[in-house]
């Protein structure tokens, strides 16, 4: 009982219900705004630690939020890291919550569904890719919001090249955007569903009522997913490279340029 209500929330980050051993997570913010507020980041790292130690927990499903605002969103946060000379403390505590995110999903042992739908962030891309399952409507569109900026995005080093190869993962960093079909071909998505069904149709999936991922499959795709020390590694050297690309002159000048598409 102590584990249900542990896992039972519902605040401005998200909310979630454990439904019959399955953890159903509907994401309200994007994870930019959960690293502005401590008490916000603690108690995010307290629920995932909280979902680690379940027991109760037999599959988990997050339904992201569709990201509409995300250009706007992504380029105030460019622009608040680069004035004020916070860009250390503000990058840094970004890039440490998105960092233990990942790594947290990767090493759940529960069957773990990514559903979205509407527009999704390359960023959203490369850490649905830590779930073992993805589903997604048929309207969706998958963006690369750093790549006329120069800038790579959070996970990009590690799932991806695993899943397609280094040739193929470098290419596919470099689209501007890409369809639900063109990521079921690539086989970064799993399925497609209509809009109307994406929560009926994942719900059924997760509890058994639609073929899935048989007991063999799921534990190859946990098994070949996740070295952590490799994955460990591969955010660390982003992380680099993301400071280092923020500190030139070069980078800012060519913000400054893109900051109006960005908001428009």
Avoid at 176 to 186: C, G, P, T, V, Y
Avoid at 199 to 206: G, L, P, Q, R
Avoid at 219 to 243: H, P
Wanted: proline fraction near 1%.
């Amino acid at each position: 009982m102590k584990t249900h209500n542990v896992l039972t929330t519902d605040n401005e980050q998200f909310s979630s219900s454990l439904e019959n051993g399955i953890l159903v997570i509907r994401e309200k913010q994007h994870i930019l705004h959960v690293t502005r507020n401590l008490d916000d980041i603690f108690s995010l790292y307290d629920y995932m630690n909280s979902v680690l130690a379940s027991k109760a927990c037999k599959a988990l499903v997050m339904f992201a939020r569709s990201e509409q605002s995300a250009c706007a969103e992504h380029s105030r946060f460019l622009s608040e890291v680069l004035s004020g000379g916070r860009e250390s403390f503000d990058l840094d505590r970004f890039l440490n919550v998105v960092n233990q995110f990942i790594l947290t999903l990767s090493t759940l042992n529960c069957m773990m569904v990514f559903a979205g739908q509407g527009t999704i962030s390359l960023f959203y891309l490369n850490t649905g890719l830590a779930y073992d399952y993805r589903i997604v409507a048929e309207d969706t569109v998958f963006e690369n919001l750093n790549l006329d900026i120069g800038l790579i995005t959070k996970g990009s080093g590690y799932f991806l090249p695993r899943l397609l190869g280094v040739r193929k993962a470098t290419e596919v960093l470099q689209w501007k955007s890409f369809s639900a079909e063109d990521a079921l071909r690539l086989g970064v998505v799993d399925k497609i569903v209509p809009a109307s069904k994406l929560e009926e149709e994942t719900m059924e999936f997760v509890s058994g009522k639609q073929p899935h991922l048989s007991s063999t499959l799921l534990g190859l795709r946990k098994l070949f997913k996740c070295d952590v020390k490799e994955l460990k590694r591969s955010l660390a050297l982003e992380d680099d490279l993301i400071r280092e690309r923020l500190r030139s002159a070069e980078f800012r000048r060519t913000f400054a340029e893109k900051r109006k598409d960005f908001l428009a």
